[in-house]
């Protein structure tokens, strides 16, 4: 699946908008992604898993990991085309873990999936979370890059498209300037 293909999905889908938008944080942006849109259909998950699975084919991991919730399905359907099993870790006390049993083996090769990078925080916080276990991180990957280049890691890292997007805080607007009002997506309003 090529960079436009992924793009187009994700169109077709919803799960991008190029807009005026007011986002959660309370920021405007002109770019919103929603990956949970396209992951909803289980034929593009399965699509977008094996796209992103493939330049991770020889880096030999058996287990795949996501920061839950946003990265679990994208995680599900790369480890599904790799043979492999998928974890998710979660916040606890604010420190990312792996809970409900999950356990690495010393030494196990791990690859870090998410949805979307924007800043690496949340994969940064997962790889920390795989060499507390005792694994080794292989690879990151997403299926969007958002963070303009930002977001840098040590291992192979890949994804299926880049997305250049802008935020601003309302007052700085520029998109309010032009008389424009931002709309919050997924409101019924
Ligand atoms: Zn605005």
């Known amino acids: 699946m090529t960079e436009r293909e992924t793009l187009a999905l994700y169109e ?3 799960a991008l908008m190029r807009g005026h938008f007011r986002l959660t944080s309370g920021l405007h942006s002109d ?5 949970a849109l396209v992951l909803q259909f289980p034929e593009h998950a399965a699509a977008l898993g094996a796209a992103l699975a493939a330049p991770f084919r020889d880096a030999g991991a058996t287990t795949v990991l996501a920061p839950a919730i946003g990265g679990i399905l994208a995680a599900h359907e790369v480890a599904r085309a790799l043979g492999s099993r998928c974890l998710f870790t979660e916040r606890e006390n604010g420190v990312m873990t792996l809970r409900r049993g999950f356990a690495l083996a010393p030494g196990e090769r791990c690859l870090v ?4 990078i924007t800043t690496g925080g949340s994969t940064r916080e997962v790889v920390e979370c795989v060499e507390k276990a005792g694994g080794v991180v292989v690879g990151v990957g997403s299926l ?13 890292r890949a994804a299926l498209a880049t997305v250049q997007a802008q935020t601003w805080k309302p007052e700085a607007c520029p ?3 032009t008389g424009s009002e931002a709309v919050k997506p997924g409101s019924r309003a």
């Open 12 to 14: 077709k889908t919803g």
């Open 31 to 35: 770019v919103y992604l929603q990956s």
């Open 113 to 116: 999936v998410e949805d979307v």
């Open 144 to 156: 969007i890059d958002r963070s303009g280049g930002a977001a840098q890691f040590a291992v192979k």
């Open 175 to 177: 998109l309010c300037k």
